[in-house]
């Protein structure tokens, strides 16, 4: 099967959508360097992905000073980003809300998954207060 016949079986026979799943229609390939790199264990839900692009949009971050990713990919060497952002489902990380020194992105932030803030709405105010401690970093 050809590599466009592929994808598009996925897309249209799996109702995959290519932003989700990008590993699975493409092998990795470098990118230019983003601003933020949003790492997400799962993939997620049109309502998630909505309030994702609602939270970057809020600290004025614009489509093409981010990337989201999966998590699997946060210290691949082909993904480069100088600031990184792990949404968790984990609603008692000890790192929540705290900038975690490293290499490559040069920190990276703890903070629930949109999907997690969909189905417990109390942690928004939590999540808005990290994602200011993001807009305050990019600002430096």
Known sequence: MLKAD??????TSLEVDEFLRPQVLTPPQPVAKVLVGFYVAE???????GLFEKMV???GLTSDQIKLWNLSELNNPL???QWGVVF??????PQMGQWQQSTHPQAWLTTYSPSVLLQHP???KSAWEHLKL?????AL
Not at 134 to 138: G, Y
């Open 6 to 11: 592929y994808a598009y079986y996925l897309k």
């Open 134 to 138: 993001l807009k305050a970093k990019i």
């Open 43 to 49: 993939d997620l839900s049109p309502e998630a992905l």
């Open 122 to 124: 109390e942690f928004k």
């Open 57 to 59: 949009a809020a600290i």
């Open 79 to 81: 993904f480069q980003c």
């Open 88 to 93: 968790t489902k984990d609603l008692l990380a």
